[in-house]
């Protein structure tokens, strides 16, 4: 990252540092349509950011001297660029509708994605009609989705979101916690003999989904008499680790795979979207992907001063780098985007909480930020004040759309209204000089002034659909490549969650052992593991 090109960035914020976006758009009548770009049927207005022309500039040129033009297409054609597990990184062959064929090491990875997807369209179409049924002949009425992660925060979030399209006669549930209450709570609303488990795990080896599906499996067979042959009607599997699937004890009839060359958090558009296509039909799942596509397009062939991931990777590194902001929050006014925020904490966090560079050496620069947020207007009552007077850099994206899905009254004018507001809020801010001249006491002027100068990027899209959904998912994707890219860092790996998993399984032996096992921890978790011990009436 230490380059002559970002050096150049950095000269340049600091030119830009004293500029209050009051008197950038008071300077500049044509800002706004000059940080203004277009893709996808998504508006990105990125004006309200603490950006000149000369700055975006450098920035740009940055990207471009930064190779990130050759690192797309490196993606794109099935390189190995997840290094550190030798493997393509190719989630946008998922929804590559293109005709053109995707080489990993030679082989068109094209005809087994349609294959598959084939196979889940026609498995959804029967599911729908009520042509697959249950061990004692009745149609499906409730799917659980058994997943955790990747396999988990897509397929929920989506659900949610384009619910508007679903077949409402079908309940969905998602079930990740080990922890046995989300199990027992979503056992307690659905009937066994219409119900439908997907056991969605990539490896096919994660404790959570395991735990839980043979906790369900145990259920289901215990209320319908206890006839294996019913889990062949009850159960089916995504994963990509077809022997683990039979291991299992699921019929690989039943499952539908994926490949290593797919990542968890982005495997949305692969057969992990199953409960989804089951939720929306083929045809509206074929659309979200068209949607992605479209973004996929965009991302690899616009200039890079008008694609919408790159502009806000950039973005995102101005904060972090040139003003050490550490979080970005992400504010969707949409009520269906309600899970959102906590998808995007995987793709982001999981992808670039990363702290070694591609040489293997410790970074010198902040890595990703922590991403969060709420669906507005709730967010507004609750932590927009720190935002606002707070003492930290928060740099937010609004994320809306011109027709509601639910229009009643003047709801949505007033959900719009607020959120172009906090964005004029945020920019603007509030003077003492107006302040007074509205009579506010001195004493208080201090407390309701407000600086203002807050940056937020503003994406609007008509309406929230399949199209608009797809295309919002692959543009985070991208913005998280370009910024795993100029950072240096690897975006496709998660090495970093296996140190807690492998001292669970050591603990987990200790808190059940029958006798007191002879513990070698610190004095602090030794304690711990005694407490639990005792707690379970073990010594
Ligand atoms: O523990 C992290 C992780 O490996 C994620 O990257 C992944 O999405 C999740 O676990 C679930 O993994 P799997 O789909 O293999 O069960």
Redesign the pocket.
Known sequence: MHTEAWQSVLQEIDNTRSIHLRDAFAEDPRRAERFTARAAGWTLDYSKNRISPALMKRLVEWAEASNLRGEIEAMFTGQPINATENRAVLHTALRNLSGEPVLVNGHDVMPDVRAVRERMAAFCEDVRRGVWRGHTGKPIRDIVNI?????DLGPAMACEALKPYAKRSLRLFFVSNIDATHLAEVLRQVRPEQTLFII???????QE?LTNALSARQWLLGRLGGDTAAVARHFVAVSTNRQKVEAFGIDPANMFGFWDWVG??YSLPSAIGLPLMLAIGPRAFERMLKGYHAMDKHFRTAPFERNLPVILGLLGILYANGYGAETHAVLPYDQYLARLPAYLQ?LDM?SNGKSIDRQGQRVRHTTGPIIWGEPGTNGQHAFYQLIHQGTRLIPCDFIGFCRSQNPMGDHHEKLMANFIAQTEALAMGKTAIQCRAEGVPDALIPHKTFEGNRPTNTLLADELNPQTFGALIALYEHKVFTQGILWNIFSFD?WG?ELG?VLAGKVLEELKAETTPPLSHDASTNALIMRLRQAQGRT
Do not use: D
């Open positions: 997943g955790i992660g990747g396999s969605a795990s990539k490896t096919f080896t994660t989904t968890g958090r995987q999981e998660q969650v998993k």
